[in-house]
């Protein structure tokens, strides 16, 4: 099955007296293994698709699949378990927490999930080897550059073994040659996961090193 899959999904926003129509009937499927951007200028609706696609807002109309599983119908608690187990959230920004060391930031949400200390402690050591982080475990944020800082970040939202990876412009504030070392990294992360993810950008050269590039028209999500 898709990791995700928007079916004729719709999303309408109040304004003033009116509504404004984001989406009115977007379809998408993103395969396990598949990398896809999503480019489109501000004010188009990325946000809204991200959000939707994780879960976070219930589209107007139409439905949202998460590993072959219609979200729709389950009720809050049910979507909570899905996001916390089966999504990953990269920002622009990172949150990682200030007074803990990059070890401690992924170790976190397995922590969180009930994991055993020792485990957890693990997978986030592979995970940050895998981001080229070896060196770096013990420092906290404050002490990383940017990059490594979002290194962190990707490998944090991947540490509970996500199917699907959500990230709004992961790289927006890099400077291109970094975007594009720690896109090598995400990239050799979800090639050797099966991971699937959705990738906002702006920058139109990382988003040609992706597998699709889709955008927003008239409420649809097209290819191009
Ligand atoms: P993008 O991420 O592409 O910049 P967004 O998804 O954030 O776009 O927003 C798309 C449009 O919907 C914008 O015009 C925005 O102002 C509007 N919008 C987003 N969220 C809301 C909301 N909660 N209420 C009203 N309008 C909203
Ligand atoms: P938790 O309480 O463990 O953070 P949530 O289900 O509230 O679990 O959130 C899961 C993930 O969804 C969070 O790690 C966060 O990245 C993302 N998230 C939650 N709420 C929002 C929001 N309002 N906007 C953007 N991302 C959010």
């Not at 999503?38 to 946000?47: E, I, M, Q, W």
């Not at 959230?89 to 009930?114: D, K």
């Not at 592979?126 to 550059?145: D, I, N, Q, W």
Request: no cysteine; proline share 4%.
């Amino acid at each position: 099955a898709p990791a995700l899959r928007l079916l004729g999904v719709e999303r309408h926003y109040k304004e003033g007296a009116g509504r404004l129509s984001i989406l009115t009937g977007a379809n998408l499927a993103i395969h396990p293994g598949e990398i896809v951007a999503l480019v489109a200028p501000s004010g188009a609706g990325k946000s809204t698709v991200l959000h939707l696609a994780g879960l976070l807002e219930r589209p107007d109309g139409g439905d949202v699949e998460i590993g072959g599983r219609l979200a729709g119908s389950l009720g809050d608690a049910e979507r909570t378990a899905i996001r916390r187990l089966q999504i990953g959230f990269v920002y622009q920004f990172h949150h990682l927490l200030p007074e803990f060391s990059a070890l401690e930031n992924v170790m976190m949400p397995q922590l969180i999930r009930g994991l055993d200390r020792k485990e957890a402690a693990r997978r986030a050591e592979e995970l940050l080897a895998y981001m080229k982080l070896e060196a770096r475990v013990m420092h906290r944020p404050s002490e990383l550059s940017g990059g490594e800082q979002q290194r962190v970040a990707i490998a944090r939202a991947v540490a509970n073994a996500p199917r699907l990876l959500l990230a709004d412009e992961p790289t927006g504030n890099l400077d291109p040659k970094t975007s594009h070392y720690v896109f090598d990294a995400l990239d050799a992360l979800v090639r050797a996961s099966g991971l699937a993810a959705l990738i906002v950008t702006h920058n139109m050269e990382l988003a040609e090193r992706m597998d699709r590039r889709i955008t927003l028209q008239a409420g649809k999500i097209v290819e191009f």
